[in-house]
């Protein structure tokens, strides 16, 4: 499977800042993701990251606030904005490969504290 | 996609299988049952997916009831290190739109 790391791994920001964290990929891969992970909860998927185009985003997560980037097949950015301590969470993006497979694998995550 | 349900805790001896079972009894023809685990808050780890037949690789072993509605997951030899949090998700496989829906998942403890 496809090596994914992610940057930073932890960080603590202050209310009204903006975060952007960074997915990496060791390979290419046909599709990107985001997903936050609030305290004590499950994954929520944000938005699917689309190559060259505008991120496809879920119901209750806008542009605004989670602008994502994915300039080429083995990179994407999303950019927590205007924090709020409600952005606490870990974030996550996880890859589909090209080879075929539709299993998703998932990065370590950003452990993101908003003060 | 549909829903899954798992119970919320297990426990399972050290050295012993630890069997989760997952109910997905509104699944679709062209829905495969997936399994993935957290350990700790890391992110996600990949276990097995199947379509209707019985699936085993170097991790684990999963069972798909005939009528498809019910799976069990089978770690045949439960070590400390697979204490997690496992989830059962149903998702649509090579039509995929890449949208997996995570439940509460099962915590599974095991112990000495």
């Known amino acids: 499977s496809a090596v994914i790391s992610q940057k930073p791994s932890r960080d603590i920001c202050q209310r009204g800042t903006s975060l952007t964290i960074q997915c990496q990929v060791d390979?290419?891969?046909?599709?990107m993701f985001w997903y936050r992970q609030q305290p004590g909860q499950s994954l929520t998927l944000i938005a699917t990251?689309?190559?060259?185009?505008?991120?496809?985003?879920e119901s209750g997560f806008v542009i605004d606030k989670f602008p994502i980037s994915r300039p080429n097949l083995t990179f994407s950015t999303l950019t927590v904005s205007n924090m709020s301590p409600e952005d606490s969470s870990i974030y996550l993006c996880?890859?589909?490969?090209?080879?075929?497979?539709?299993?998703?694998?998932f990065g370590p995550g950003t452990r993101l504290t908003v003060l | 996609d549909a829903k899954t349900t798992q119970p919320p805790s297990m426990d399972c001896a050290e050295g012993r299988a630890a069997n989760l079972p997952c109910n997905h009894s509104?699944?679709?023809?062209?829905?495969?049952v997936y399994w993935y685990r957290q350990i700790h808050s890391q992110g996600p780890q990949y276990i097995i997916h199947?379509?209707?037949n019985n699936e085993t690789n170097e991790m684990a072993s999963l069972i798909i009831t005939e009528d498809r509605k019910s799976s069990t997951l089978i770690l045949p030899h439960a070590t400390l290190r697979d204490t997690a949090v496992y989830y059962c998700?149903?998702?649509?496989?090579?039509?995929?739109?890449?949208?997996?829906?995570f439940g509460q998942g099962t915590t599974l403890q095991v112990k000495p």
């Open positions: 390979s290419q891969v046909t599709m």
């Open positions: 996880s890859v589909t490969q090209t080879s075929g497979t539709d299993t998703q694998y």
């Open positions: 998700i149903v998702n649509r496989g090579s039509s995929n739109t890449g949208k997996l829906i």
């Open positions: 990251a689309n190559q060259g185009s505008e991120a496809t985003y």
């Open positions: 199947g379509l209707k």
């Open positions: 509104t699944i679709s023809g062209n829905e495969y």
